[in-house]
């Protein structure tokens, strides 16, 4: 099933948590929570103690997307504060099995995230340790940006490396998703669709979600999005 996982790094941080409920009205399963160190991006966010407030927010997973260098020294941290999934980059680790192992022996999901211009091949053999993998689909450390065409090849190879090794992670996409970009996107393969300014920059968070997630459900080939306030956790737990 195709998830819709809103990122608030576009959002109103002075009306946070209503606009976390918004979109997960629209129907959305997850909320990423992009985690910059202005070192190994070109920007400074959000860390643990934003976590913790949003955790008292919402219900919903909350997803940390760690683009920071050392992020074996904050991953107890972000369990401290009630994250329940987190990514690290395979460019900022250093022993990424290592990372792995430190994210679920603190009781939280782990996945690997790769920038545009790293292989997907490159991850092959941990593949069977993370409950997704994160393509990012622009060069991380600013929302907006223009969609990566050539992602799409990367969803697809890491798709058929599912299929071939018989494995179940999830296929995460970054970047640039939005109303043009979805199907296409969902068409490769990817199953977790995370989206910023298309759901929440315009305002109307609530009809952006919900009308998102509708493209990319038909064009799975799935059933409509539920109504509001139905559904909005099914799989998000997966």
């Not at 107890?76 to 022996?105: K, M, N, Q, T």
């Not at 995370?194 to 990319?216: I, Q, T, Y």
């Amino acid at each position: 099933m195709v998830e819709l996982v809103p990122s608030i790094l576009s959002a109103d941080f002075a009306r946070l948590a209503e606009e976390i409920a918004a979109a997960e009205q629209g129907g959305g399963t997850v909320i990423h929570c992009d985690v910059m160190d202005g070192h190994f991006v070109p920007n400074i966010t959000i860390g643990p103690p934003v976590v913790a407030s949003l955790r008292k927010t919402t219900k919903l997973p909350l997803d940390c997307h760690l683009m920071i260098e050392n992020p074996d020294n904050f991953i107890p941290a972000f369990a401290d504060a009630g994250a329940d999934w987190v990514s690290v980059h395979y460019e900022a680790c250093r022993h990424l099995h290592r990372s792995l192992e430190l994210i679920a022996h603190h009781g939280m999901q782990p996945a690997v995230v790769l920038n545009p211009a790293t292989r997907v091949d490159l991850i092959r053999d941990i593949l069977p340790m993370v409950h997704h993998v994160l393509i990012m689909s622009v060069n991380p450390g600013f929302g907006g940006q223009k969609f990566i065409q050539f992602s799409l090849d990367k969803i697809r190879a890491l798709a058929r490396m599912r299929q071939e090794l018989g494995l179940a992670f999830r296929i995460e996409v970054d970047g640039g998703v939005a109303h043009d970009t979805v199907a296409r996107v969902v068409q490769a393969g990817a199953d977790l669709l995370v989206a910023g300014s298309a759901v929440f920059a315009a305002g109307n968070a609530e009809e952006n979600a919900r009308m998102l997630l509708a493209a990319a459900r038909e064009a799975a080939g799935e059933g409509p999005v539920p109504a509001a306030g139905t559904g909005a956790r099914e799989g998000s737990r997966a």
